[in-house]
């Protein structure tokens, strides 16, 4: 039986059995084995299509952010307002048929803006351009949904598509840990209560996923799709930002009745009008969480003028990576004064986290 065949009869199954208490255990390995037969399929299929699966762009700035929406709500126009970029507008579904990459400037950070083709339902499955689309959200720090006042409703759509396709949006990595280990077993210990599933299951699920012995803890109480996110690895966890665009076409209490109605809050704009522009780019700037770092040379000087910008979290790696490529290879250690350190001037290695205004010195070989 081929992938395709053995997809159909899971969902078959799935379809016959009632959801209750008696068959959660069957659904969620029926569910496990869905996610991972789906997987083998997309890896034969791109291997089959060689690598057409994603646009070529190439990342740069200080983080970068992707529009998503669906056809004509208004994507390029608003790339062509927040940056320097031109990409072709036009009152006709899918006009935008590739990647288009602008830079934004704000309050000293270069964000990189990508506007991309509209996506549809059925997207992650293929239709349209979808999967190419949803293959360059991936890898953005932060998404930006486009909505058009009078179809709301999009919201959810486009979330579902990401879903499908393993970004996860608005949500926390599961606080689960998996630690192969060459014999034993699976042991699982669990520091809460589980009551959305059992360890029984979780071993079951395991060894659907060819794991034989590991050590697993689980931290929260998670549902079996959390475990499945954790056994496929290739999930992503990204934050996303809404934009209800073309508010020009209505008054302020449709607004308004739409922010008190929603189940999701949202930055009211209008690109073409250029309404709210502003507040636009210092919510997706706060968004992005950067932090300032300040450069010591060795001669003792610091460069306050021009911060390097980084996001909340990155690690002196990141320093280096934007200082210079290979710098990494010369890296010997840093000093660090600020909140970071312990102490001024204290000698870190190369995963060190930074905090805002820290000042660094990168000491090479
Ligand atoms: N009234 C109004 N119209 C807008 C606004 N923003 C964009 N439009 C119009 O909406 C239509 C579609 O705009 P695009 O920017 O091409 O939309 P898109 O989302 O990039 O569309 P695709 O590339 O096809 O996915 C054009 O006719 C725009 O002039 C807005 O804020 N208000
Ligand atoms: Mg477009």
Redesign the pocket.
């Known amino acids: 039986m081929g992938i395709p065949e053995k997809i159909k009869k899971i969902e078959e199954d799935m379809h016959r059995t009632q959801v209750n208490k008696k068959t959660e255990r069957h659904i969620g390995l029926l569910r496990a084995k869905l996610a991972k037969l789906r997987l083998e399929q997309e890896e034969q299929q791109s291997r089959r299509s060689g690598s057409q699966t994603g646009y070529d762009v190439k990342k740069s700035g200080d983080g970068t952010v992707v529009l998503i929406?669906l056809?004509?709500?208004?994507?390029?126009?608003l790339l062509n307002r927040l940056t320097n970029a031109k990409s072709k507008?036009?009152?006709y579904?899918?006009?935008?048929l590739d990647v288009v990459p602008g830079l934004m400037e704000y309050k000293g950070a270069r964000i990189q803006v990508l506007?991309l083709?509209?996506i549809i339902e059925g997207a992650a499955s293929g239709r349209g351009l979808g999967k190419r689309v949803l293959a360059v959200a991936r890898s953005a720090d932060l998404i930006l949904f486009v909505v058009d006042v009078f179809q709301p409703e999009a919201r959810a759509l486009l979330e579902s598509e990401l879903r499908n396709t393993g970004i996860r949006v608005d949500e926390k990595p599961p606080n689960v840990v998996i630690e192969p280990t060459t014999s034993g077993g699976i042991s699982v210990t669990a520091t809460v209560k589980l009551t959305k599933m059992d360890e029984q299951l979780v071993k079951d699920m395991l060894r659907i996923y060819g794991v034989a012995s590991a050590r697993v803890v689980i931290r929260e109480d998670i549902t079996d799709e959390q475990l499945i996110d954790v056994l496929m690895r290739s999930r992503v966890y990204t934050s996303s930002l809404t934009i209800m665009?073309?508010i020009?076409?209505v008054n302020a209490g449709f607004t308004n009745e739409l922010s008190s109605k929603l189940p999701y809050k949202f930055v009211p704009i209008?690109?073409?009008?250029n309404i709210n522009i502003v507040a636009l780019k210092e919510e997706i700037y706060k968004r992005l969480d950067f932090v300032r770092i300040y450069m010591r040379r060795r001669n003792g000087e610091t460069d306050f003028e021009e911060p390097m910008i980084v996001r909340n979290g990155s690690s002196v790696l990141e320093i280096c990576n934007k200082v210079h490529r290979n710098i990494k290879d010369e890296f010997r250690y840093a000093l660090i004064w600020g909140k970071s350190a312990k102490f001024g001037g204290q000698r870190v290695g190369i995963t060190h986290r930074l905090m805002d205004e820290d000042i660094i010195t990168l000491v090479t070989k």
Request: without cysteine; aromatic residues 4%; hydrophobic residues 25%.
């Open positions: 929406g056809p004509s709500v208004g994507k390029s126009t507008v036009a009152a579904q899918f006009t935008t506007d083709p509209g665009n073309k020009d076409l209008s690109a073409e009008g």
